[in-house]
C-alpha cells in the first residue's frame, strides 16, 4: 500500500501540469490537427523573368514558361515580388502580377515537389560547362580539366587535358571528345564518352628515358550527379589506348570531381 501524502502529492503535481498546458496551448491546437500547406507561385503569363533581387534593375537569371510552379519562400520589397526557389536550388524573385499563388497541402497527390539536395541537370538551357577531376591513370596520380560546349541538352562538346605523374616523369594528355548523357533531366543520369587527340610523355631524365609522343584514342563513361545551386559531380571510368604507326598499349583511368553548367 503506498504513502497516502506522497500519492496525494503526485495528484497536484499532475494537475497542475494538466492545468499549464491547458493555458499555454493554443486553441487551435487543441481543437484538431491543422495540415501544413506549401504556397507554390505558377506563372499565368506566357513567359516571365527570374530576377535575382526584388527589382527590373536585377540581373535576370532564368526564365518559367506558363503553367511552371516554382516554391514561394517569402515577399519581399515594393511591388510585389516574390522570393521564389529554381528547381536547381537558387534564389530567384518574380514579379506578383505574372504569377498565380496556390497552396498545397502535403498529401496531395499532385503537389508539386520542393527544391531539394539533388536537382534536375542544367542541361536543358546551359551553353557550357566546367569540370576538374582527380583520380588514377595507369596506377599514379592524374588530374584533368575539361570544358564543354551543350550543343543539344544530351549532348556536349568536350576538350580535356590531364597530367600524370610518376617516377620516370609526367604524362600530359590532350584531347577532345562527345559526351551523350542518355537520361538528361535526371539528377543522377549515366552518360557515354568518345575522344581522342596527344599523348606525350615527358621524361624527367633524358639520359634513361627520352620523351615520347602519342596519338591516343579512349572511350567509356560515367555518373553525372546534379546537386543543388548547380553543382555537379562527376564519377568516370576511361579506357585510354596510346599508339603510333609501330604499337599501341592500353590503359584504365578512373576518376571523380566536381563541376557546373552555365
Known sequence: MGNPVLESMKRRIAAAIL???AVTTPAWAQEEDVPD???FARVIVGETELRSGPGVSHRVVSRASRGDTLFIRGREGSGFWLQVSLPDGRTAYVLGDTVEPIGFEEDEVDRPKKPGFFAPPALEEANAGFALLGGIYR???YIEAKIGWVIAP?????PYVGIAQNTDGRTIIVGGGGTLSLFPDWPATPYVHIGGGGLFLDSSDEFIVEDQEFFH???GGGLLVSLRWRILVRLEVMNVTRFTQERYAN???YTGGFGTYF
Not at 544530351?154 to 568536350?158: G, K, S, T, Y
Open 217 to 219: 584514342a579512349r572511350a
Open 37 to 39: 500547406v506549401d504556397a
Open 139 to 141: 596506377e599514379n596520380g
Open 251 to 253: 590503359f584504365q583511368s
Open 154 to 158: 544530351p549532348i556536349a562538346l568536350e
Open 19 to 21: 492545468s499549464l498546458s
